[in-house]
Structures are given as structure tokens and as C-alpha cells.
């Protein structure tokens, strides 16, 4: 529409081009009746197409009404235009402010929840936006943000639709998987202000292609990397909101806008992520926040930041009568098989690679936290130049009394432990068998660079191997919703689906409880990649190359360790761990999602833990068999469960 500058549509004087789309353009024009600028959106009524959704877009604005919803001051037409008004937004959109780079965690919050009110207002006024993105969010100031560009919105009763029946509406890289298989919905806009706030926190979209095609294919097949991936400031519990919201079922997505945005604010003010575990659940925060801002007529976000303050300073005062308590935490591997030993977690940095779901970017990197301590009867020589140790001289002092503590608890449980063991439960017989020596664990392969160009030397490399390994067509890709082809053993007690998810369940005392996979050929040389959350019990994950007692296992456990260990015909409840007991801080807490992969390549086994590189080990006993998930307890316990998503395998070579 060139040479609209400097004409007049009604009482407004056009003056210049703001911008353009597809089949419109916004002004900056002069209203002569109120003496101000304003933003006219202009479309020719020769795009009869397109005219039908502008037209919707002017009703819907007139129908909604929030401080965070962009108004509409007039509508009107001049033919052959059709033109609506708005007040004109100087300082740019949120597209433009996150070329600057991701947003902080306090100013994303900010955010959002000015987004999700206005969201929340569409919905609960029978309106989808359908086309949330950082362009359609327009920023008075920095502080400020106007949800925009109502054109592709649609009425939750149905309506009627703007093209035919079939086709997708929408950008790309916002729309939810389940736009494939239906109608837009509430959910997919919770999907897409799922996907705003990663790029807002992680400076980048979860996936990326390089066709519209590609890239909308990936949210229907391919789980995210947790938005930390990209940026290490990011904890485990503002991972864990991001990806809730960013769910491939819609029943299992944040049920309203409100809902993510409460969930960020309680995630963002939560404790550091080692201190989780005193916060109550989710689901039960949520309902008190809601019944108590109820109540005494406060928004729910104070009630939540209430409750930060009050999680910080019941902290603070439990740590005052305790100090001895205060930046250590007392680990017992709780084998059931190897011999207990005290070891106190120590924090260490480690480097990961940055890759990209369709290509690893050779010259991105980050730093992220982890805690790979090794066993304690292994000295880490190699570790000790690059590792960062933070301990106090309050800290140090008590070392006395803490050695006195470990040798103490170290015979006692020398003494007691052997007579409370409970043999091995054999994976084929169901039968005992009797306990033996456990073989000693080896410390895992892992060198820490030490120079920058040999960082990101290694992660381009890490990243070039798992792009490669998991780039293939994959054998198999179940998401573990339910028991497609029957290919799951389902007995309703032991190995069952619940919750869109399939769940594995020990019911004794040192009980290793295995669900394999049925009908399937033998498994060789693959990448294995699963969501695992440990609900209940000691540890869980997954046997490789299972031929009856003979199998690789690889589980993570609730004291936020992980160990690879190989179990050998006959050999009851003596294992061969490869890699023993190692804590990581890369391992989510109980009841948290983690993302176990192994490249499993001839005698080679590669260890990721929610996309850390945690390992690799070299060992040639077994080279093919089947796969299971699998959960375990140790005394007392006497039940576990988990449950697992998403399982892929993808061949090598």
C-alpha cells in the first residue's frame, strides 16, 4: 500500500509507516478531534481474506478490557480501507528487547505476569489469542507491556473458522503440538506463553529449523532441552515450570494462564535448588496461595511472594539453631550391595555443551553447575587444579568432630549393616540369592579443561556426538502416554500406565522391580533417552543389553547420585559398578523430571543426565540384549515407584 503517507482516512492524518505484516500496515497518524499521534492498522478491502480477521480482531478488542490488553480507540472505513485505531507504542516490542539478549529471572516474572492477566482476561472472556509471540507484546517502557494483535483470535464456543478446515494458523515456533490434531484451544495458548517465557529467560525459541515446516514438526515430535541448557543461571525449578508448561499433552500443561505465571513467581522466589525439598508441592502452594489471597483480598502473586519471604526466613532460622548444618549436606549412598560409606558433597563446575536441536552451534557455550564428586575410596588427582571448593573457616573447624562422626557411623554400620541386608531378587527366577562382596566402583572418565580454547574445543564436541548420535530415524518413539502395540508389560501393581505416563513399582524391601520391553528384537549399538521421575523409593532408570540375570544398569537415586553397573549370570547380589555412587548436581530431586540418555556404543557407554555430560566408561562383558525400566528400594523401604516419558532409541552406526 505505498503512498499512504500524507493522506487522511477520516479525521486522522496518516504521517509515516510504522511497520507492515502480510496483508496490513500500521501508521503513525495525527487524530485531529483529540489533538494526539495514534497507530492506525490499515487493510485494503480488496484482501477479502484477510478483512474477515481484522474485523475480528476490532471485535474482539472492543469486547475485552484490561490494563494489559493494547485498546482499540476507533474503527472505521474509508474505501477501499478498512482502518483501526490504537495508541501508539513508542517504545518497541519485547521481540525487540530479546535481540538485546534473554531477560532476568525478576524482570521475566515481570513479565509474565502482566501477559498471563491479559491472557487470563481473553479466556475468561471467551476469546484465544491464538498468535502469542514477542511481537505482538508492546512495551510502554521497560516496565510495561500491552498483549496485541488480536487477528487471528477465535471465540471457545467454535464460531466460525477463517479458512478451511485442515489448516494451521499461527507462528511456527509457538504453536502446540496438539494444533496438529485439532482445533486451537486455551492449552495452546498456555503452550505458546510457555514458549515466550523460555525465550524470554533462555534469549532463544526451544526449537529451531529451517523451514516453518521443520521447525512445527519438532514441537509435535522432540523434547525441549530445559531452557538452563542455554542459560546455567537458570535453576532446576524454573526448568521444571517451563517445561510443565510446555507439555506435549494439553492435559498436562498449567490448566490457565494464571496458573504458569504463579508457578514461575513461586519457582523464582523458591530456595536454591538443593533446599527444594522443604518447599511444600506445587499443587498444594497453589491451593493455599489461592485460598488465602481469597480470603484476605490479596492478588495471588503477593500471596506467593508471602510465601518466598516466609520459606527464606524459616530457612535462615533453622540454619541460626542448627549452624553446624549450614552448607553441607551428609550423603549415605544407601547401596543395598556395596558397603556404606559418609561422604560429604563438595561443589565443583563442569562444562556442557550447548546443542541445538537441528544444529550444534560450534561457537556457543555456557557454564553450568554440577556436582560429579566421585567415590570416596577413589582420589580425584586430575579434579583438584580446576576445582572450586566452598568452604568456610567456621566450616573447617569442625572437621575434627566430623572426622569423628564418619568413623563412628562408618563401624557402626559396618556392625549392623550385614545383618540387615536382604539378598539380591533374581530379574528371571523371583528367587533370592545370596549375598556376596560387591566388587569396588571406578571412578568415571571425565577430564575438566582448563583453558577457554580447550573448553569449547571439548563442547563442540560433546555437541557434535549427540547431534550425531540422535539425528538418525530412531527404532523406536514411545511417549509412555499409554501402551501402543502392547509393546509394555502391564500387570496393574508392578508395571502399569497412569497419569499419561508408565510406572514402575517396586513392593518389597531390597527390591530391584524391572518392566522390559516386549517383542522386540535384540539391542545393540544405540542412544537411549527417557524422562524419569523417581516418586518413591531409592533409585530408577533403565537395564541395557538384558539377556536374563546378565544386563548394564544405569539409575539416578534419592540422594542425587547416579552409578552404572553391570550384573553378571549367577552372580546373585554381586554387581561390577563401572561407575559408583557418584553425586552430581545435575540429577533433579525426587519427585522432578530428569532426562537419562547413554550412548551405548560397542564397549563404550556415554552418561547424560538432563543434558550433562556426567561420564563415560569402557566396559566389553555384554554387547547386545533388551532394554527395561526399572525401580528400587533399600531397607526400610519397602515400596518405590517412578514413572517414565518419552522414550527414545536411535541406532548407531
Not at 525449578?237 to 494464571?258: C, N, T
Not at 571406578?442 to 569449547?456: E, H, K, R, S
Not at 549399538?525 to 516418586?535: D, K
Amino acid at each position: 500500500m505505498p503512498g499512504l503517507e500524507g493522506t487522511s482516512l477520516g479525521r486522522y492524518q496518516l504521517l509515516g509507516r510504522l511497520g507492515r505484516g502480510g496483508m496490513s500496515e500500521v501508521y503513525l497518524a495525527y487524530d485531529e478531534k483529540m489533538n494526539r499521534n495514534v497507530a492506525l492498522k490499515v487493510v485494503s478491502s480488496s484482501q477479502s481474506d484477510y478483512l474477515e480477521r481484522f474485523q475480528r480482531e476490532a471485535e474482539a478488542i472492543s469486547s475485552l478490557h484490561h490494563p494489559h490488553i493494547l485498546p482499540a480507540y476507533d474503527y472505521g472505513d474509508q474505501e477501499p480501507w478498512h482502518y483501526l485505531v490504537m495508541p501508539n507504542i513508542e517504545h518497541g516490542t519485547l521481540r525487540h528487547r530479546l535481540e538485546k539478549g534473554a531477560l532476568s529471572l525478576e524482570e521475566a516474572g515481570e513479565m509474565l505476569d502482566q501477559i498471563a492477566g491479559a491472557l487470563q482476561s481473553a479466556h475468561d472472556n471467551g476469546i484465544i489469542h491464538r498468535d502469542i509471540k514477542p511481537s505482538n507484546i508492546l512495551l510502554r517502557d521497560e516496565h510495561y507491556a500491552y498483549l496485541a494483535d488480536f487477528g487471528l483470535a477465535k471465540a471457545m464456543d467454535g464460531g466460525s473458522e477463517l479458512t478451511q478446515t485442515g489448516a494451521l494458523l499461527g507462528t511456527p515456533e509457538y504453536m502446540s503440538p496438539d494444533l496438529a490434531d485439532g482445533p486451537a484451544t486455551a492449552s495452546s495458548d498456555i503452550y505458546a506463553l510457555g514458549v515466550l517465557l523460555y525465550q524470554m529467560i533462555a534469549g532463544r525459541v526451544p526449537f529451531v529449523g529451517e523451514t516453518p515446516v521443520s521447525v512445527y514438526m519438532k514441537h509435535v515430535r522432540e523434547q525441549p532441552l530445559p531452557p538452563s541448557f542455554f542459560n546455567p543461571k537458570i535453576p532446576h525449578s524454573v526448568d521444571q515450570v517451563v517445561l510443565h508448561a510446555l507439555e506435549k499433552d494439553p492435559r498436562r500443561r498449567y490448566q490457565s494462564p494464571q496458573e504458569l505465571a504463579d508457578a514461575f513467581e513461586q519457582a523464582r522466589l523458591a530456595p536454591s535448588d538443593h533446599e527444594t525439598q522443604e518447599m511444600p508441592p506445587y499443587k498444594t502452594m497453589q491451593e493455599t496461595i489461592r485460598q488465602e489471597s481469597a480470603s484476605n483480598g490479596d492478588s495471588a502473586l503477593s500471596t506467593s511472594r508471602r510465601f518466598g519471604r516466609q520459606a527464606r526466613q524459616a530457612r535462615q532460622a533453622r540454619q541460626s539453631r542448627n549452624p553446624s548444618s549450614q552448607g553441607r549436606k551428609l550423603i549415605l549412598p544407601g547401596n543395598p550391595i556395596a558397603a556404606p560409606t559418609s561422604v560429604f558433597s563438595r561443589r565443583r563446575r563442569i562444562t556442557a555443551p550447548i546443542v541445538d536441536n537441528a544444529v550444534a552451534d560450534k561457537n556457543q557455550t555456557v557454564e553450568m553447575q554440577s556436582n560429579p564428586s566421585g567415590p570416596v575410596t577413589t582420589p580425584i588427582v586430575s579434579r583438584r587444579k580446576t576445582e572450586s571448593i566452598h568452604t568456610s573457616p567456621a566450616t573447617r573447624k569442625r572437621t575434627g568432630r566430623i572426622t569423628f562422626l564418619i568413623v563412628s557411623l562408618g563401624l557402626a554400620l559396618f556392625v549392623v549393616l550385614p545383618i540387615g541386608l536382604i539378598s539380591y531378587y533374581s530379574l528371571t527366577t523371583h528367587k533370592k540369592a545370596p549375598i556376596s562382596a560387591p566388587t569396588q566402583p571406578v571412578q568415571p572418565t571425565q577430564t575438566i579443561p582448563n583453558t577457554t580454547a580447550t573448553v569449547q574445543q571439548a563442547q563442540a564436541t560433546t555437541a557434535s556426538t549427540l547431534v550425531a548420535a540422535m539425528s538418525g530415524t530412531p527404532l523406536l518413539v514411545d511417549s509412555m502416554a499409554n501402551n501402543v502395540a502392547s509393546r509394555w508389560p502391564e500387570d496393574g501393581a508392578n508395571c502399569t500406565f497412569a497419569s499419561g505416563t508408565y510406572h514402575v513399582r517396586a513392593t518389597q524391601t531390597n527390591f530391584l522391580q524391572p518392566c522390559g520391553l516386549v517383542k522386540t528384537q535384540p539391542i545393540g549399538n544405540v542412544t537411549i533417552q527417557t524422562e524419569v521421575t523417581l516418586l518413591k523409593g531409592h533409585s530408577a532408570g533403565m537395564l541395557l543389553r538384558l539377556n536374563g540375570e546378565r544386563f548394564y544398569d544405569f539409575e539416578i537415586t534419592d540422594q542425587g547420585q547416579f552409578f552404572l553397573r553391570r550384573h553378571d549370570t549367577g552372580g546373585g547380589a554381586t554387581y561390577a559398578y563401572l561407575i559408583g555412587n557418584v553425586t552430581s548436581g545435575a540429577v533433579a530431586p525426587v519427585g522432578q523430571k530428569n532426562m537419562l540418555t547413554v550412548i551405548a556404543n560397542g564397549n563404550s557407554f556415554r552418561l547424560f543426565i538432563n543434558w550433562v555430560d556426567v561420564g563415560t566408561i569402557s566396559d566389553s562383558a555384554y554387547t547386545t540384549g533388551q532394554f527395561a525400566f526399572v525401580n528400587g528400594t533399600v531397607a526400610p523401604m519397602n515400596a518405590g515407584d517412578a514413572s517414565f516419558s518419552n522414550l527414545k532409541i536411535y541406532p548407531i552406526g
